[in-house]
């Protein structure tokens, strides 16, 4: 019966067709005759708007008269992806719509094409973002997402001459229906400026306020976040900068008219672009005001809401919790003290406790290049109050240090959010763990690590309960439903319908199933369907055919040392060299293989552009090579993106999540593929492990050393004789010969391993990678053996959900409860 509380933008093909046809008319002023695939996108992305605002409006209308608790997600990074794909399924009207736009002769594939991804994210944390709002909505949790509508998302990768090439994403050049501008709902904010001491005429306390400094304005652009089967639609609102409308007079009368302007137009530059960085830090002016200028903007609306409700401050904990995605947002728990304290004056504790009960903060990496610190100078200029805030913090901090653990200077030392470094550096992550209650890594083995590495001081300061695991997910309606509908629909089937998008435990009930012949039968036929969907999008970017009978081997992900995909292309050399020595009778029995990477660089990461380079020349040579033919491809998918995704993760026989052990904190799209059917190689590394426990050890091709190793491995290269493994040392000759190209293009990626320690433990893990390789081949010939891995698999990847993450949010770390909107 819950059909029926689902909200429809429409409820049969006329209807949509008349909203449709009317939306083309007066809101894009255009005629039926004259309306293209893009004029059909937007109107019907408009139409499934219309409801979904109604919605929308129900729901906070609901908590506003309800005032629940309310989590708040502050994340930089939110990367949607396309909206309209989605919108349509989780509303259930995919169907009359493209029955609809079909009449007009429109194909809903192309008019869903039209749209551009939302691409204000880098990879993994801004992905997990989407999902969860996704998830918070799906399960009727009071919500919001806050972030930075910037003008550029994450840049568009060409490949030319097989390196990579960055151009910008201007997502906004059409009509964005998605978004709804909230002109009215401002904020100012300052920057720079200087700190005031004064004594208030009615205590006779001693004050300090902060004034003095440019104001520059944050405008709200709300998007609606559709929920599945449910009424509810939660908000993200994203922030904009603009110009503040005070003009600066002096300048203007001083008749410097065109400066004055010049000035302000820079206030916009504030929400310009994404910084293009993954899991790596750059201690850049312009982040830092990013930072505070979304943080500030939030904080300040968050207050609003909670003002209205009149209750006294120390309830605040009780209505609001706000979660930090990793330290980007760390300052809001100084930008909340200075609030509390300088404009609401309480007293330092009250506030304080105030702060550390409403915050949480997720790490996302163990990674020392990806730990924000900001330089004390650059800091203390551009928010000179926050500065003395934070010595204030880290003066009480210390002081409770010292208590807990007397005379022991070293402890000081190396907690202290001031590393007395030159020069010297507010260290955010020690100040995000200090103003929160909660902090939480996100697989096992992550969360492990953090607090017997990075963290452990404070684990012993604060003792271990306010460390905690939340093993991430992902959105089963994204990444299941609207990425693989054929599967979906086959196990709706076997399942009794789509309860299993909702309740993603549902799946076991797939085990029975895994050695039944003709549900395998009609598995790998879906499995071979959604293979010919990417040769599709191959044939059609690289000119490449691809075999679709071959085994399709799949690593899509940021192009990073410690994600070694170096790793990946120096075994395909080896696979090359292997099939070359063969005779023809030898080779004629080999699995076809295709080798398929694809990611983006940071633009200036120079390793990662080497990798990029590395795998499309040998590409260059592999697929020219008239022996090996189809037995071996290589191809580099240019671009890849969240839509692109949609399109990958269903095709893969064997996908590769394969970091040195202990560096990836838990990967999702090991997730994505695993609940796609595909199988995988990898290493004993984030939520790898948690994977192997759910779908058990038969059903994965682990290899490698293992975290606990890494250290000493490290310790080891540094102090004796690099000895490569026989078939690696191979494969640098070849590649030394000229075989791919110049060999000098290469010499730093080889010398990265050869010569200077080989940090990420390529030489280290080669043998134990080509062993797995080959069990691969083996067990792939086994076609009905491989599809009962396979169904088991997907059968044991409910955990994986991100409701269940959500839902454990909720109730362990947020304190919060969901609220349905039911039908009124
Ligand atoms: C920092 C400073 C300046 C500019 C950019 C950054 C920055 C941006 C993104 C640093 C790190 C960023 O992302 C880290 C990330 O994506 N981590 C991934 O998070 C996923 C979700 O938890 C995990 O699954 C991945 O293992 C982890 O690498």
Redesign the pocket.
């Given at each position: 019966t819950w059909k029926k509380f689902v909200p429809k933008p429409f409820e049969t093909k006329e209807e949509f067709q008349k909203i449709f046809i009317n939306h083309v008319e007066t809101t894009l002023a255009r005629s039926l005759y004259n309306c293209d695939d893009a004029a059909a996108f937007e109107a019907t992305a408009l139409s499934a708007r219309d409801k979904l605002i109604s919605s929308w409006n129900k729901t906070q209308q609901k908590h506003s008269i309800r005032d629940p608790k309310r989590v708040y997600y502050l994340s930089l990074?939110f990367l949607m992806g396309r909206a309209l794909d989605n919108a349509l399924l989780n509303t259930e009207t995919k169907g009359i719509s493209e029955e609809g736009i079909n009449d007009f002769g429109f194909r809903m594939e192309d008019v869903l094409d039209q749209e551009p991804d939302a691409a204000l994210g880098?990879?993994?944390?801004?992905r997990?973002a989407a999902c969860f709002m996704d998830s918070l909505t799906s399960t009727n949790q009071p919500g919001w997402g806050y972030g930075l509508r910037y003008q550029y998302g994450i840049f568009k990768q060409k490949i030319v001459d097989g390196y990579q090439v960055e151009q910008p994403d201007y997502w906004l050049t059409f009509n964005n229906p998605w978004e709804i501008p909230r002109k009215e709902i401002s904020v100012d904010i300052m920057f720079y400026g200087y700190v005031r001491k004064y004594t208030d005429e009615v205590t006779g306390k001693q004050c300090k306020t902060w004034e003095g400094g440019d104001l520059i304005k944050a405008v709200a652009y709300d998007f609606p976040v559709p929920g599945y089967g449910t009424k509810n639609t939660n908000n993200l609102r994203l922030w904009s900068s603009v110009p503040t409308s005070e003009f600066d007079f002096q300048k203007f009368n001083d008749g410097d008219y065109e400066s004055s302007v010049s000035e302000q137009q820079k206030a916009e530059t504030i929400t310009a672009v994404l910084?293009p960085?993954?899991?790596?830090?750059?201690g850049k002016e312009l982040?830092l005001k990013q930072q505070y200028f979304w943080v500030t903007a939030s904080l300040h609306d968050i207050l609003r809401r909670f003002k209205k409700s009149k209750r006294p401050w120390k309830e605040f904990p009780d209505q609001v919790a706000i979660q930090l995605n990793?330290t980007?947002p760390t300052i809001a728990i100084v930008e909340l003290q200075r609030i509390l304290v300088d404009l609401e004056h309480l007293s330092w504790d009250e506030a304080w406790d105030i702060v550390t009960k409403t915050f949480g903060y997720t790490n996302?990496?163990v990674l020392p290049e990806?730990l924000?610190k900001w330089p004390v100078d650059l800091f203390g200029n551009l928010l000179p109050r926050h500065l003395e805030i934070i010595y204030d913090i880290n003066l009480f901090f210390l002081q409770k240090v010292e208590k807990l653990f007397p005379n022991d200077r070293e402890m000081l030392s190396r907690v202290s959010v001031i590393e007395e470094s030159n020069p010297r550096q507010v260290r955010m992550a020690y100040l995000a763990i200090i103003g929160s209650h909660k902090v939480n890594g996100?697989a096992e083995l992550h969360s492990k690590l953090i607090q017997t590495s990075i963290f452990k001081d404070f684990v012993k300061i604060y003792g271990p309960d306010k460390f905690t695991n939340v093993t991430?997910g992902i959105t089963p309606r994204r990444w299941l439903n609207q990425a693989n509908p054929l599967l979906s629909k086959l196990i709706s089937e076997k399942l009794g319908g789509y309860g299993f998008l909702t309740d993603l435990d549902k799946l076991t009930g797939l085990k029975k199933y895994a050695h039944d012949k003709e549900f395998q039968a009609r598995w790998i036929e879906i499995k071979n369907a959604n293979k010919r969907r990417l040769a599709d999008l191959i044939k059609s970017q690289t000119g490449i055919e691809v075999n679709n009978e071959a085994l399709f081997d799949i690593q899509v992900k940021r192009i990073h040392e410690y994600k070694r995909q170096q790793l990946n292309i120096l075994g395909v050399v080896h696979r090359y060299l292997t099939l070359k020595a063969m005779s023809k009778e030898e080779r004629s029995k080999q699995v076809p293989r295709v080798v398929i990477i694809g990611g983006k660089s940071a633009p200036g990461y120079y390793m990662a552009k080497v990798i990029i380079k590395l795998v499309t020349s040998v590409g260059a040579v592999v697929n020219n090579d008239e022996e090996i033919g189809d037995l071996l491809k290589v191809i580099f998918i240019e671009d890849y993106n969240v839509s692109k995704a949609e399109i990958i993760t269903p095709a893969s026989d064997i996908s590769q999540h394969i970091s040195t052990a202990g560096t990836?904190?838990?990967?999702?799209s090991n997730m994505k593929f695993v609940l796609n059917g595909g199988l995988i190689l990898g290493t004993v590394d984030?939520a790898n492990v948690e994977i192997t426990r759910e779908i058990g050890e038969d059903n994965i091709f682990l290899f490698g050393h293992l975290a606990e190793d890494v250290e000493d491995l490290r310790h080891k290269h540094r102090y004796s004789q690099f000895e490569a493994s026989p078939n690696l040392a191979k494969v640098f000759e070849v590649i030394e010969s000229g075989m791919f190209g110049h060999p000098g293009i290469f010499t730093n990626l080889i010398n990265s391993i050869r010569n200077d320690g080989d940090h990420y433990l390529v030489n280290d893990d080669f043998q134990s990678y080509l062993d797995a390789q080959d069990l691969i081949d083996k067990e792939f010939v086994d076609k009905d053996g491989w599809a009962s891995k396979s169904i088991n698999s997907v059968a044991g990847m409910g955990f994986f959900s991100s409701d269940r993450a959500i839902l454990e949010y909720a109730d362990s770390i947020w304190n919060i409860e969901a609220l349905p909107v039911e039908e009124s």
């Open positions: 990074e880098n990879g993994g944390l801004g997990l910084y960085n993954d899991n790596f830090y750059s982040r990793d980007h996302h990496t990806a924000e996100v991430n990836e904190a838990s990967g999702t984030g």
